[in-house]
């Protein structure tokens, strides 16, 4: 069973067999298939053209792709994905179809919806989330920003992903401080308001980032997959113990369909929350991309746990209804600048979110 | 002083203005700037627009960002320049400013063009560079392969970048054997050939690799920054200690100028010599574009090494002239089906190559 990995192509129809054909050798042997000897590669190593449809003036290139030359893993799944030919302008990658079975090298979420709720102690409804921002704000400021989401009830506050380890606010003394200031909150109010802090930088940094949060009981991650890199993503996961929510940050810079990045492959790559853009906010998703996003983050995948779709992106309390209409119950939403443009009456805009999702 | 970021984006002239301002805003505080009290973050943090220019149909734009909001790390840095906006089709990021002494947070090249000429013994010509493939084939095969081009003189042999750790030719395998083929010839020749195998997967993966590498006297590493991760490609060379060949897989062409992303950042990383599909091959990249990749690899940069810039992608034999007129002698070609194509004339055809470059 192969790998059904399907392209978007902008080609003539006179070409695009030759172009299907040359596409799976780049994607594969990345040589010409005619200059192969052995037969072992050329029946089961080069990529197969398994069909080839007419879309808009596109065509549709399904190619199978040999599970074996993944290596079961990451940045080699990737890679054969859409190394080379996310190089060639005229190629997107569009949807791919994993065979029965190949989740299981990956696992997936760790944790997933049911996780995300159980920590979050939220059932029959969706979920609340805002941000902490701007960046270059002190600590304090932050870790106030913090308490007074939290006596809102919101539940779960991120770091904006912006907020990494720089000197005005480092991870060290930030993590901390917020997660002191939630705590507070929640004994106040006896919430359970979860605190999820950027996670950034190289493999080092994030393992010792990973024992700073656990140390003071940080009970989630937001982490940009695309920006630390899929394999190192997938490796934090082991040590980390939380749940994982995603930021798309840098992520739209490869021709992938979103549905297939944001929703899919996080998924298979463990995210429990996937963070995308939603429509009619500062980017430009339309309403069937981010359903098709919701829909691969949740949809039943056999041996993968469904992921929380978090809209985002310009969001305000006033389009509540309207998102929970779109994605039902199993969603949460985040408002970020949005509340805090309230500024004297944070505590109060924080509410009125928190009772607009519960009402 | 700021790094001067340059975005070209598509949109009307009327609203430039308002989209530049948009911009800075996505990529420093991310949240309405009138939202703000803090007067440092307003003078600090909140990126500047610098200028706004016509360019053809669209606009070039240049923000200011504050270098402290990069936490002077690669992931942040990227996620500063195009985190958020890379979610935005508008928005193309085509160059980048680094004020003085920004490098020294990264280095750059720990061996760069004089390295590599030190470590194969190449000077005052240009340097020749083969691949192994393909994938699927037995360790023995690429070992012989390997053989054959360090006998006809072929400066660096590369690991096709698909060979990772499959399961038919897995790292540990594969690496020995490679290496101690390419020992065997260079002793028949008196050569200097270095054989420079593919890193890939997490930081787990990447430290075992390097551990076997060094154990068995490898010279050098091909690596895929954007598969990998750039902060775990950077992370990676402080325990290689040998120069570092990187692959363009998955660097996508559209939104990030390729001479930025594969020239200058590479460059910035840590790039010792950096692969890129040339003009006239399998991929569709200008004859300007490729000269300005060179350039950014090698032009002038205080405290940052110059790169070995190494065009590719359905080189033949026949354009050597042509491409040596193109990039002079600091450039190393590299050409990998067209000489796997001669099949039982493999010999002679990889001494063709060599002698066409030394001629």
């Known amino acids: ?26 994607q594969s042997v990345e040589m010409p298939v005619a200059a ?36 079961h893993e990451a940045s080699q799944l990737m890679n054969m994905l859409f190394g080379n030919c996310s190089l060639q302008p005229e190629v997107e990658l569009v949807d791919v179809k994993f065979p029965d079975g190949y989740e299981r090298a990956f696992g997936g979420p760790r944790f997933g919806i049911d ?124 040590v980390l113990g939380i749940p994982v929510l995603t930021h798309p940050a840098f992520a739209g810079s490869v021709r992938v369909a979103p549905p297939l990045l944001l929703g899919k492959l996080f998924r298979l790559f463990g995210a429990d929350a996937t963070i995308f853009p939603n429509h009619g906010g500062r980017f430009s998703f339309s309403a069937e991309t981010c359903r098709r996003i919701a829909n691969c983050a949740r949809s039943s995948w056999q041996g993968v746990r469904p992921v929380l779709p978090v809209p985002a992106g310009g969001m305000t309390v006033e389009r509540v209804p309207e998102m929970l209409a779109s994605y039902g119950t199993d969603v949460m939403l985040l408002i970020g600048g949005g509340l805090l443009s309230a500024k004297e009456r944070l505590l109060e805009r924080g509410r009125e979110f928190v009772a607009a999702v519960r009402a």
């Open 1 to 26: 069973m192969r790998i059904l990995a399907t392209y978007r192509i902008a080609v003539a129809e006179a070409e695009s067999r030759a172009r299907a054909e040359a596409l799976a050798a780049e």
């Open 36 to 71: 192969i000897d052995d037969p072992h590669v050329r029946d089961e190593i080069v990529a197969t053209v398994e069909s080839i449809r007419p879309h808009a003036d596109r065509f549709d290139v399904t190619l199978g792709i040999a599970p074996a030359t993944t290596g």
């Open 115 to 238: 996780g995300i709720r159980t920590l979050t102690g939220v059932t029959g409804r969706p979920l609340t989330c805002t941000a902490l921002k701007p960046q270059g704000s002190p600590v304090a400021h932050l870790a106030k920003l913090a308490h007074t989401f939290a006596l809102a009830g919101i539940d779960v506050i991120k770091d904006d992903h912006g907020l990494a380890n720089q000197p005005f606010s480092p991870f060290a003394e930030r993590v901390p401080a917020v997660q002191r200031a939630v705590d507070e909150a929640n004994r106040e109010t006896g919430g359970r308001t979860v605190y999820a802090p950027t996670f950034s930088g190289g493999p080092a940094a994030l393992r010792e980032q990973a024992r700073i949060a656990r140390e003071c009981g940080v009970g989630m991650a937001l982490v940009a997959p695309m920006l630390v890199g899929i394999p190192s993503f997938i490796e934090l996961q082991a």
